[in-house]
């Protein structure tokens, strides 16, 4: 009796589980595609989920399911011919669909009469009203018992939520049950074994069925009532466990039903548990593989080519158009490597590049722990000569990770190890010049455990020279370390020293200081020849010093820079310093990056303020040379103010003080139209400092938000040299971005500049006028697309001095047509074909053929289309020269994604005729993997 009292508790709570999940499945979340079919069919009763509230649509669909579903189908077609003496379902079905439904029904007949007998079966031993009102007098005469006196055994409070538990677990189990046992009692009502031909004989069924389906759904819902009265008593009960104690168990259940419910739910933990293990173990090992992500990357690359000339003359085609066969010079051997040139003769080559990769996304904590890693190697599989054997290297590897939490760094590098010490030692970090290869690594480490936190950085390898270099400023091994502190925030230290083998020696010391909204800055580097004394590196007469001291502040809107600072001359080139960044051999002075220039010694005060609208700027300059001989000293001091912007519109007014040949600072003795106070003078320095001048200028920004004309760049400015005389005024515009005009794209750009020297002796007047366009088209037919671009620059001078005896006209015409077509006849097959024309007539300096660098064809703030160096040094030494003559060329380049086919055809030689032929092919393939 007490187990069955169980059972159907069990049951009954079964039933009510069922009857609140209808609707709702736990596992058919928002969003999914067949949400709304399955809730729709849900509620009309035709799907039914499962116990644990699921639906389960991933599992397969068993036939005794597939009859219940047919079951429900047939009720809603009952329930129509009831309601309406018709059915449009029904009339809605065609005779095929008939046939199918009654094929379904018949291949179930066998399971809906095995099924009739279970559930006879089930049906005697279902719970009655009577099992549920006796149940619910028991619980009446629980509440109604007396509280227990204090001291009752806790074993039977114990038994009690134990007895709970069995219940909750029993109630599982029977959910299961009950569930089959409303599946089989509606498949009972399913038994449609009379449909046998036509839609009369399936209606008389459904009729015959009518009366037995109506009473179980009586039942089901008399069963859904009592159990939901149950439900609440049973909410009541389990509310009041704390107070009923002392309750004789043993009429519900027997401790051996409870011992057994007990058992399976820790069965069923442990085998939770186990799984639970295994999820954890396994995401365990997938953290650890993701933990380490590697990568492998390569190509593989063969050209063959060959170059000829018929004299050997150097060919600058890069002057007509970018093309396969060099980056500079096109012609004979002895062809200057700076400038990247080609090497008349065969260009054929073979080779391959691998480059390893690897990344710790979680790298250890203690001891030595690597984060990432990488390696590139090169081959060269051949070249132009024969060797038996590929030549295999490494380009570059580097490391990166942690020693205890404190980062640390390798790199090598085979041809441009990078590092910078400071600005006079050891700056290498801005150098690419083929011409200064240095093989060597870097290694850092910022030991933050340390005191004072020190970063170390150490150097080493072996720098070397290719032709024409002259004198590098590293060569040879070479060694350095350097060591930064920082004591204190706000305040940082470095103690450098460097070495190249047989060349240089050096110590040094550099810093910051922040104090609010100052910041300090310092710098000292002593150079000697190697094996000398180190006393010697604290003797500026017996070493090579540089060094100096500036600072920065800012008051609101003012803000205000000083320097001083000495440069011995030996640093020139970056010889004592052995910074390739310093080498200006091929520059004449113009690629610099110290801050001040070798052999000077001075100082400079700089200031400027932000007023609305209005920004002003000063400097006051004095130096000399790194001895400060007498005459040496230059002083320099100026202002510039900028009232803008306005619809894109800035005006900017300017003067410039300049004295030469002092014998002290600031002697302020000799005014000089131009002085250099260690660089020579640039008139496209900004305002024309470190000259005696005066100017205005008026300048639109094309790209301001507000612009006037948008995309227009527009400078007019006039500049009166007052020293000398001279005057100068330039007018130039381009365009920040091509134009549209229907297909069309224009980009076009204009310059005049007028110079007047005056009554200067050394000089000339001159005046230039340059234009220039640059045309494309948008893909037309095919794909094909059309280009073009012209300049013209035409110079008159008048002669009035020792340099100009006469007039003279300079003039440059460079024009260019091509053809480009894309996709043509495959994907990513194109095609282009140019052809190109450059001439010059009385140019100055080495100016045709030779030199192809200077290219300022479509740079209108400049007057020359080519000039090398660029640009000249100021407007009064612009003098016309003897260089004449005429470069064309012919270029046809197609690609197919990697694969690239050129050929070209050029000629130089004199104005009006050509004495000079070459010929360039070349074909390379390139696989990247």
């Known amino acids: 009796m007490k187990k069955r009292l169980v059972m159907l508790l069990a049951g009954l709570l079964t039933v009510l589980s069922m009857g609140f999940g209808l609707a709702q499945f736990s596992d058919v979340p928002a969003g999914h595609w067949a949400k709304e079919a399955v809730e729709a069919l849900a509620a009309k009763g035709i799907l039914v989920g499962f116990p644990d509230g699921t639906f389960r649509g991933n599992e397969t669909l068993t036939r005794y399911q597939a009859a219940l579903i047919i079951y429900r189908l047939l009720q809603q077609i009952e329930e129509e011919l009831k309601a309406k003496g018709e059915s449009p379902t029904l009339e809605a079905m065609s005779p095929e669909d008939i046939e199918a439904l009654k094929n379904a029904v018949q291949e179930l007949a ?115 009532q009592d159990v939901l009265a149950l439900q609440d008593r049973v909410t009541a009960l389990e509310k009041g466990l704390a107070d009923l104690q002392g309750i004789n168990f043993e009429e519900f259940a027997s401790k051996e039903d409870v011992a057994a419910v007990q058992e399976f739910a820790a069965a069923l933990r442990s085998d939770l548990v186990g799984l639970s293990e295994k999820v954890s173990k396994l995401e365990g090992q997938v953290a650890e593989l993701s933990k380490v992500q590697y990568s492998i990357k390569g190509s593989l690359s063969a050209t063959y080519g060959t170059v000829v000339t018929n004299t050997g003359t150097n060919f600058d085609i890069d002057r007509l158009f970018p093309n396969a066969f060099s980056t500079g010079v096109f012609g004979n051997v002895t062809s200057n490597v700076q400038r990247g040139d080609s090497q008349q003769g065969n260009i054929s080559y073979g080779g391959a590049s691998l480059s390893f990769g690897l990344k710790n996304t979680a790298p250890g904590t203690q001891g030595v722990a690597v984060s990432e890693a990488s390696a590139s190697l090169g081959i060269d599989a051949f070249t132009s000569s024969f060797s038996g054997t590929p030549t295999i290297y490494f380009n570059a590897a580097s490391v990166k990770g942690a020693v205890d939490g404190q980062p640390f760094s390798v790199t090598y590098s085979r041809k441009n190890s990078a590092f910078k010490f400071n600005d006079y030692l050891f700056a290498n970090d801005n150098d690419t010049e083929a011409v200064n290869p240095r093989q060597g690594m870097v290694a850092t480490f910022g030991a933050s455990k340390f005191p004072l936190a020190p970063e170390f950085t150490i150097v080493a390898g072996v720098a070397g020279t290719t032709a024409n270099d002259g004198s590098p400023a590293l060569n040879g091994n070479y060694f350095g370390v350097r060591t930064a502190l920082k004591p204190f925030s706000g305040l940082n230290l470095a103690l450098n020293y460097a070495t190249n083998l047989g060349n240089k020696s050096a110590i040094g010391m550099d810093g910051g200081l922040e104090l609010g909204p100052v910041n300090l800055s310092a710098l000292w580097v002593s150079s000697q020849a190697p094996g000398a004394p180190v006393a010697n590196f604290f003797d500026n007469t017996l070493s090579n010093w540089a060094y100096y001291v500036q600072g920065e502040g800012k008051l609101g809107p003012v803000s205000l820079s000083a320097n001083y600072h000495a440069v011995d001359p030996l640093y020139s080139d970056g010889q004592a310093g052995m910074s ?39 400097y006051l300059e004095s130096e000399g040379n790194y001895a400060l001989a007498a005459g040496s000293v230059n002083d320099a001091w100026g202002l510039a103010a900028t009232l803008g912007s306005f619809r894109g519109f800035s005006l900017t007014g300017f003067y410039n003080a300049a004295y030469t040949g002092g014998t002290g600072y600031l002697s302020f003795t000799t005014p000089s139209d131009a002085i250099n106070p260690g660089v020579n003078y640039y008139y496209t320095i900004e305002n024309n400092k470190y000259s005696s001048s005066w100017g205005v200028r008026v300048s639109h920004d094309g790209k301001a938000q507000d612009a006037l004309i948008p995309t227009l760049n527009l400078t ?214």
Do not use: C
């Open 110 to 224: 066998a399971e809906l009469a095995a099924l009739g007998v279970r559930v006879s079966a089930l049906e005697d031993s279902a719970a009655t009203k009577e099992d549920i009102a006796r149940l619910e007098a028991l619980i009446e005469e629980l509440k109604a018992q007396p509280m227990p006196e204090p001291g009752m055994d806790q074993a039977a409070l114990q038994d009690l939520a134990d007895r709970v538990e069995a219940a909750s677990i029993a109630a599982d189990t029977a959910l299961a049950q009950a569930q089959q046992l409303a599946e089989q009692l509606e498949a009972l009502a399913q038994d449609v074994e009379g449909v046998k031909g036509d839609l009369a004989a399936l209606q008389t069924q459904v009729e015959a069925n009518a009366q037995a389906i109506q009473a179980l759904n009586e039942l089901a819902v008399l069963l859904n």
């Open 716 to 929: 007019a400015q006039y500049a009166n040299f007052y020293v000398s005389g001279f005057s100068d005024i330039q007018v130039y515009a381009n365009l920040s971005q091509p134009f549209k005009l229907a297909f069309l794209s224009l980009n076009p750009g204009f310059r005049y500049h007028s110079f007047t020297g005056g009554a200067a002796a050394n000089t000339g007047d001159y005046t230039t006028l340059k234009g220039g366009i640059q045309v494309s088209t948008d893909p037309l037919l095919f794909g094909l697309a059309l280009e073009g671009a012209a300049s013209y620059r035409q110079t008159d001078y008048v002669g009035n001095g020792s340099v100009v005896t006469s007039a003279t006209q300079a003039k440059e015409l460079y024009w260019r047509v091509g053809v480009k077509i894309n996709d043509f006849l495959a994907p990513k097959l194109n095609f282009s074909v140019a052809y190109a024309h450059y001439e010059g007539d009385q140019l100055a300096g080495a100016g045709l053929p030779v030199v192809g660098s200077g290219n300022q064809a479509f740079n209108f703030a400049r007057d020359r289309v080519y000039r090398s160096p660029d640009p000249i040094a100021a407007p009064w030494l612009a003098t016309p020269g003897t260089q004449a003559g005429q470069l064309e060329g012919f270029y046809l380049e197609a690609k197919y994604y990697n694969l690239t086919v050129a050929y070209g055809e050029f000629a130089l030689g004199p104005l009006g005729s050509f004495t000079d032929y070459g010929r360039g092919f070349k074909i390379s393939y390139s696989v990247d993997f």
């Open 580 to 618: 390739e960044n310093e080498d200006t051999n091929y520059y004449g002075g113009l690629k610099a990056g110290a801050p001040y220039g070798a052999d000077t010694r001075g100082f400079g005060i700089g200031a400027s303020a932000s007023l609305g609208p209005l920004a002003i700027k000063g």
